[in-house]
């Protein structure tokens, strides 16, 4: 019985530890990120830092899961937990309202950046047409 107890107290601190991992990290407004998106010019830059912000999101919708699948745990099976049960699972609630911000910044982050990619011209079907367009260096002024 002690050994299910320390087993099952290992299991989900293990878990708690887990929530804390990349995707914590990968918060819309840390400084890094805010600090290279000030450098963004053409419409490609925009849409790295979007596909950047999805994959954030995704990463972090995945870690809600997770802990969503670990609080639906301790609530059916506190008793395993013992006195630790109520903590752990206002442990895991806060981490999952954390994660649920986290993707929501991300992802509108990465809807603000999609719009502003549609708003700047292509870059590289600019260069093909200027590729086609005559040289105005041969042509002298009357």
């Known amino acids: 019985m002690v050994r299910i107890r320390n087993f099952a ?15 914590g990290t990968a918060v819309a407004g840390s400084g890094e990120v805010r600090a290279g ?5 053409t419409r490609s830059d925009h849409e790295m830092v979007a596909k950047y912000y ?7 919708r995945a870690k809600l899961d997770e802990q969503k699948q670990l609080l639906e745990q301790y ?3 506190s008793y395993l937990y ?11 609630d806060a981490m999952i309202r954390k994660l649920e911000r986290t ?3 991300n992802i509108k982050q990465a809807v603000l950046h999609r719009k ?7 870059l590289s079907s600019q260069k ?7 040289d105005h260096k041969d042509i002298s002024p009357e």
């Open 9 to 23: 107290a290992a299991l989900s601190l293990l878990g708690l530890l887990g929530g804390l991992g990349p995707a």
């Open 116 to 122: 502003l990619a549609q708003r700047l011209p292509d």
């Open 82 to 92: 013992g006195r630790q049960a109520q903590d752990l699972q206002a442990q895991t």
């Open 128 to 134: 093909l047409s200027s590729a086609n367009a005559p």
């Open 103 to 105: 993707v929501d910044e």
């Open 75 to 77: 609530e059916n099976r």
């Open 37 to 41: 998106t000030q450098n963004i010019a």
């Open 54 to 60: 999805e994959d954030a999101a995704g990463e972090a």
